[in-house]
């Protein structure tokens, strides 16, 4: 089993025993600043109303306007990913329980959240998206990731597993590695700049590399060097300062997205073992 070793300047070292790929964030050095945590979107409190067929009991999501195929395509789409009994059924499952909404809408942009005060987050899809589930399936997970992980701080871990969970639905939906930049094969539907992100993932899932690539990309920073910064800030002040009990309370903070980070890592890894032949 691949182990990460932290060294106290926050640098990692990947080995490899018994040919097994896993690294594991454990004892990152400590950093915390305020301005890195990002502020929790509102919860979701309605229950979501209309029924999916079959022994699932998921909700259909109200689609104001919507005509029926788009409705059936979303209804189908959320169905294959919870028979998944994976990733795409942990984010299907979370849709139902935060109340959050689908709806089809003219937009530049494939995808994004609409977040209003005391209403329930709404995701939305560009009109004129081909009417398949991969296609769909990619974009509603690349959007419901981030309200998911919207507690953690904004990093490169973050980032590397709102990418991870996107890749990951669409691989147990039977994206095709090798037709990137194709999306859906069926209709030859590409998305260059998904497509890109996918290969990122695929080229080393797992590893420091992925993540220090996914960081650069993004412009984020990892958590351990947040933590050396404020770590840094909270020695140079003296006992007593009212920011330093502020900075500490933030530490606790780093340090508990950190074992999120770390857990996410070994479920992944889990994943990977089991569907080694998918991401290919």
Not at 114 to 127: D, G, S
């Amino acid at each position: 089993m691949g182990v990460a070793d932290i060294n106290s300047t926050g640098s990692r070292r990947f080995e490899s025993l018994g040919g097994w790929v896993l690294f594991l964030f454990l004892n990152r050095t400590k950093v915390v600043s305020a301005l890195f945590f990002a502020a929790p979107f509102a919860a979701a409190q309605e229950e979501l109303k209309i029924d999916l067929p079959g022994k699932l009991e998921l909700p259909a999501f109200r689609l104001k306007h919507q005509d029926p195929p788009r409705i059936g395509a979303i209804e189908s789409t959320l169905v294959a990913m919870n028979d998944g009994n994976e990733v795409g059924m942990q984010v299907v499952e979370y849709l139902k329980e935060a109340g959050v909404k689908i709806e089809f809408r003219k937009q530049a942009a494939a995808s994004a959240i609409e977040l209003k005060p005391k209403a329930k987050p709404v995701i939305t899809l560009r009109e004129g998206l081909p009417l398949y589930p991969r296609i769909l399936a990619s974009y509603i997970t690349r959007e419901a990731s981030k309200l998911m992980l919207d507690q953690m701080v904004d990093s490169a871990e973050k980032e590397y597993m709102k990418l991870s969970m996107t890749v990951r639905v669409w691989l147990e939906l039977g994206g095709s590695p090798r037709a990137l930049p194709e999306i859906e094969t069926i209709n030859h539907f590409k998305d260059s700049e998904l497509a890109e992100s996918f290969m990122l993932w695929l080229e080393a899932p797992g590893s420091e590399m992925t993540l220090d690539r996914v960081g650069n990309k993004t412009g984020m920073e990892t958590i351990p060097v947040m933590q050396d910064r404020v770590s840094s800030e909270i020695a140079a002040r003296k006992p007593g300062d009212p920011t330093r009990s502020m900075l500490e309370k933030l530490l606790a903070g780093l340090e508990e997205d950190n074992r999120r980070f770390v857990a996410f890592l070994i479920a992944e890894h889990d994943w990977r073992w089991i569907n080694e032949p998918r991401i290919r």
